[in-house]
């Protein structure tokens, strides 16, 4: 399933068709930077305090780029969608995993 790309929001969990996650960490003028997991990732352990970011690199794309890519529902707080709302804890953890927080800066000046 594609996305539009007002369905893509900052603060979401989606997951591929490849089976990696992507946390969308900031939006701005068309542009995004989201954190990735490797493809192929296990399903996420609700009750594991950690998220499949960690010595990921952040990427910077086109929001249209992103929302082209495959996408599936997933179970995650024990609801089954497209994409999962991150609590604040959560996010700031995706930003810190994959050491975003100047590119999210630096995007959220231009």
């Known amino acids: 399933m594609k996305l539009k790309e007002t369905e893509v929001e900052v603060a979401y969990l989606y997951l591929t068709s490849a089976k990696q996650y992507r946390a969308v960490l900031a939006l701005k003028a068309g542009f995004m930077i989201y954190a990735p997991s490797i493809e192929g990732s296990e399903a996420i352990n609700l009750r ?3 998220l499949p ?3 990921q690199p ?3 794309c086109q ?7 495959d996408y599936q529902a997933f179970d995650f ?3 089954v969608a497209i994409k ?3 609590n604040e804890v959560q996010l700031a953890e995706a930003i810190a995993q994959c050491n975003a927080k100047s590119a999210i800066a630096t995007l959220l000046a231009e």
């Open 84 to 86: 999962h709302k991150l």
């Open 58 to 60: 952040f990427k910077k």
């Open 53 to 55: 970011f960690a010595n």
């Open 77 to 79: 707080n024990g609801a």
């Open 48 to 50: 594991s305090t950690s």
């Open 63 to 69: 929001i249209i780029t992103f929302a082209k890519k």
